[in-house]
């Protein structure tokens, strides 16, 4: 039997998870010291269940301990599989040294996590010289993918779209998500100078005005692109576009300066919670889990082995 025990906040999707995996489904306990020390609690019993722990890593160096206590102690009270589901993982950025003396953060976390868990699911992560997660993770590791659920809330919510990519990148992603939705598609010319500092470039289209620009990218941090392409579209005279990004990172006042920028509206996948949530994940992430349970955890043993070979 499985029992999904989501971290606070990620109740709702953990719920609507459980629902269509046929699942019980509990909330981890998390309480945090004045001293910023964390006690994590599971609720029920797990003897003999396998275990999927739900938690979105936003925020990943407050959520990791915890994270990594709420796995050890479903293993020490007997959970026979231990599984890690998280819609936004973290760390993915820093995948090679840029400078000198940097870490390599994205196979550091990867076998951070690969210590406490036998399995982890994700939403299409933010990999850029990295293949695929096979290439990073030595446990079974699925990527759920958003493009059918961004096409289809686009189809049914905006009039005569036509989709912009935030870059070069992006084009094949965007492509997908167009023929998906049955529409056009144009990819905007990206130039990132740091942090906060981007140049956007709009395309000369006479389908962008015609039509009701829909700007897609996968994670909105700082917003700085999103806001850029906003401004540039208003130059060109189009509609005033919606946003749609699958990670609601929104660092800072992301989210108020790019509604300000003039977006017609921002949507967001439930993989960070946030008041911008309108596709849900949970259909998705059920469907990846039951191949994931039956293709690949068959194959593995159903306890952790204390002596398994580490990187």
Not at 10 to 22: F, H, K, N, V
Not at 135 to 140: G, R, T, Y
Not at 153 to 163: E, R, T
């Amino acid at each position: 039997m499985t029992i999904v025990l989501a971290f606070p906040g990620m109740a709702p999707l953990g719920e609507r998870i459980a629902a269509l995996l046929g699942a019980e489904f509990q909330v981890i306990d998390h309480h945090r010291f004045p001293d910023g020390e964390s006690l994590v609690t599971l609720p029920g019993k797990v003897a003999g269940q396998d275990v999927a722990i739900l938690a979105t890593l936003h925020g990943p160096d407050q959520i990791a301990l915890p994270l990594r206590f709420a796995a050890a102690t479903a293993r020490e009270l007997g959970a026979s599989r231990v599984g890690l589901v998280a819609p936004y993982l973290a760390y993915m950025r820093q995948d090679r040294r840029f400078a000198e003396g940097q870490a390599v953060s994205a196979p550091l976390f990867a076998c951070f996590l690969e210590e406490s868990f036998d399995w982890l699911m994700t939403v299409d992560p933010h990999l850029h010289r990295i293949p695929s997660l096979d290439k990073l993770f030595q446990i079974p590791a699925r990527r759920v993918v958003t493009a059918p659920l961004l096409a289809q809330w686009i189809a049914a919510n905006v009039s005569d779209p036509v989709l912009l990519g935030p870059d070069s990148e992006s084009r094949q992603w965007v492509a997908e998500v167009a023929g998906l939705a049955g529409c056009r598609f144009e990819v905007l010319e990206k130039r990132r100078s740091g942090d906060r500092s981007v140049e956007v470039s709009v395309p000369r289209s006479e389908a962008l005005l015609a039509g009701t620009p829909v700007i897609l990218d996968d994670i909105a941090s700082s917003g700085r692109t999103l806001v850029r392409a906003i401004e540039r579209l208003a130059e060109a005279g189009t509609r005033p576009p919606v946003c749609v990004v699958i990670h609601a990172v929104f660092a800072g006042s992301a989210y108020a300066d790019i509604l300000a920028a003039g977006a017609a509206r921002v949507v967001t996948t439930d993989s960070i919670p946030h008041s911008s949530n309108a596709i849900s994940l949970a259909g998705a992430l059920a469907q990846v889990f039951h191949e994931l349970q039956s293709a690949e955890l068959a194959t593995f043993p159903s306890s952790r082995s204390s002596d398994k070979v580490k990187r």
